[in-house]
C-alpha cells in the first residue's frame, strides 16, 4: 500500500506516492484513465495519486481512498459517462460521516471533480464541484 509523498526538506509524509521538486517548486502527482474496481471497499481499486481521474466505471464499481491523515487532500475527476463511482475510505474511515460516497455521472463530455479532505484522523470530508 502507498506511504504518501515524502517532502525532501523536511522529510513529512503526505498522501499520495509522489512528490516532486522541479526549480524550487513543489508538484503533486496525477493519474488519468483509471478503471473503478468491484467488490466493496477491499476490490476497490486504490487512488494513489493527488490527482485521479477516472474513466471507465462498470456498474457497482468503485475507487478506495488512502488512510486519512490530518491535513491530506485528495481530488476524484468522474470522467466515465454512465455508472455512478462509488468511493470507499479506508479501514473505519468515514466520508462525510458514511462509509461510502457515490459521485453520479455527469454524462458525455462532462467530468464530475470532488475534493476529500482530512481534518482529522479517521475523517475525510467531500466537497463536490457544482
Known amino acids: 500500500m502507498p506511504t504518501g509523498f515524502v517532502d525532501v526538506t523536511s522529510g513529512?509524509?503526505?498522501?499520495?506516492?509522489?512528490?516532486?521538486k522541479r526549480g524550487g517548486q513543489f508538484y503533486?502527482?496525477?493519474?488519468?484513465?483509471?478503471?473503478?474496481?468491484g467488490g466493496g471497499q477491499g476490490g476497490a481499486t486504490l487512488l494513489s495519486?493527488?490527482?485521479?481521474r477516472v474513466t471507465t466505471v462498470g456498474a457497482?464499481?468503485?475507487?478506495?481512498?488512502?488512510?486519512s491523515v490530518p491535513g491530506a487532500s485528495l481530488t476524484v475527476v468522474h470522467a466515465a459517462i454512465t455508472n455512478a463511482l462509488t468511493v470507499y475510505p479506508t479501514g473505519s474511515?468515514?466520508?462525510n460521516g458514511a462509509s461510502t460516497y457515490s459521485i453520479t455521472a455527469a454524462g458525455a463530455g462532462v467530468g464530475v471533480v470532488v475534493t476529500f479532505f482530512c481534518t482529522s484522523a479517521g475523517i475525510w470530508?467531500?466537497?463536490?464541484?457544482s
Do not use: E
Open 12 to 20: 513529512k509524509t503526505v498522501i499520495g506516492t509522489q512528490y516532486q
Open 28 to 37: 503533486s502527482s496525477s493519474l488519468d484513465n483509471i478503471a473503478a474496481a
Open 49 to 52: 495519486n493527488s490527482i485521479n
Open 60 to 67: 457497482g464499481s468503485g475507487v478506495r481512498l488512502p488512510a
Open 93 to 95: 474511515d468515514t466520508i
Open 125 to 129: 470530508h467531500a466537497l463536490k464541484s
